[in-house]
């Protein structure tokens, strides 16, 4: 045998081997790597009971007849019911999903989630109108759960026990809440939601939640838009034969696929908020916008920040974002809150509704329902004491 060809297949066997110690090496110190699932499966409801076949959200939503929210994303059929469902065979269920991984959603006659709210508020009570998208909506939450319905029981206790008497001389007794939550809304769409539907439930405070991406330009088909939609793409896709095989090909390639979906948002978070640029001028014009509208009826406007689940333990990467958030809202008098500040130091997968669902769960809703409950109390209700 030649000497080259000896060395070649000396050369190679020892590569072999090395991998499979590293392989070896890889699956006795660290955790495999997390299991494709599936995302989320809409199914159709009928009553209480179990998944009644497959739907996808656009059948469950539509463009608005209201010609004042024909430009929105879309809202919600009447008195629809449907589940969200996740795989729960890594046993990451949350408490709140039944046997199948669901959780109920049903949609009021008005095209909201939840109990119809009526027009008129009743007497002797505090109304919040509370504008979002999914993460007010509560994306893989039962109603209970969500921050709005977190805020109206802990109000309501407070003024229960302590009533508070408004300045035009009506005593709040009891508090509710309108959740006007839509899946995929950004600012555009929560601006013009706020001034042609919060605003006719007579609210004595709007809270705006503005998840970070609200700020990202709405879809299209710009090169940025299909830059990030294939990042996303390529961080989710189904494990390969050989990742299915490999915990070292596994975990650099889903590594590689996840840093550039993170490059690709930084970069456009960080285009974003420039101050010239077109998108941050949009954000300041609707931010601006809801403020005049609420300013105009007399009614109290505040905003919650929900930051992006990740790095909350060990290197938040869109501080920056926040910070030009604040200082727009300092400039516009708007009372404001971060839920960065009482999220930061947790897991970021510990406030998840699923690991393949990064909406927040029981646990980050119920920091939220605090926090902007004692918000308002100090802010609200004892301002006018």
């Known amino acids: 045998m030649p000497k080259a060809l000896a060395r070649l297949l000396l050369l190679t066997a020892v590569t072999a081997v090395l991998i499979a110690l590293a392989e070896l090496a890889a699956r006795a110190l660290t955790p495999p790597p997390a299991p494709f699932l599936e995302p989320r499966t809409i199914y159709r409801a009928q009553g209480k009971r179990g998944p009644v076949g497959k739907w996808s959200l656009d059948a469950v939503m539509r463009k608005s007849t209201d010609p004042y929210l024909r430009e929105l994303h879309g809202e919600f059929f009447p008195d629809v019911k449907f589940r969200i469902c996740y795989d729960a065979s890594t046993g990451d269920r949350r408490p709140y999903m039944d046997e199948n991984g669901c959780v109920l959603v049903e949609i009021n006659e008005d ?29 893989g939450v039962p109603w209970d759960i969500t921050w709005p319905e977190g805020v109206r029981r802990l109000l309501g206790e407070r003024l229960a026990a302590q009533p508070v008497t408004s300045a035009d001389g009506e005593t709040w ?38 998840f970070l991406n609200d700020i990202l330009p709405e879809k299209s088909d710009t090169s940025q838009d299909i830059e990030l939609a294939e990042a996303y793409r390529l961080a989710n896709l189904p494990p390969t034969w050989l990742e299915e095989r490999s915990y070292l090909w596994r975990m650099a390639t889903k590594s590689r696929a996840q840093d550039q979906l993170a490059s690709v948002l930084a970069h456009q978070y960080h285009d974003a908020i420039e101050p010239g640029s077109k998108t941050w001028k949009h954000v300041r014009q609707c931010v601006g916008r809801m403020k005049t509208g ?92």
């Open 111 to 139: 095209r909201l989630r939840g109990p119809r709210v009526p027009l008129d508020k009743p007497a002797n009570t505090f109304r919040v109108a509370a504008i979002g998208d999914s993460f007010t909506f509560g994306d």
């Open 173 to 210: 007794q009891g508090c509710d809440t309108v959740n006007l939550g839509v899946p995929g809304y950004e600012v555009r769409d929560c601006e013009v939601y706020m001034r042609h539907r919060a605003l006719d439930y007579e609210p004595d405070t709007i809270v705006y939640a503005l």
């Open 294 to 385: 609420a300013d105009a009826r007399d009614i109290d406007y505040r905003i919650v920040i929900f930051p992006a689940l990740v790095g909350l333990h060990d290197g938040y990467p869109y501080d920056a974002v926040h910070a030009s958030l604040h200082s727009l809202f300092d400039i516009y008098e708007i009372p404001w809150i971060d839920m960065l500040d009482h999220y930061r130091g947790y897991r970021a997968s510990d406030l998840w509704v699923h690991s393949t669902d990064h909406h927040p769960n029981e646990i980050a809703l119920g920091l939220a329902s605090e926090a902007i409950a004692e918000w308002i109390i100090d802010d609200v209700f004892e301002g006018e004491e």
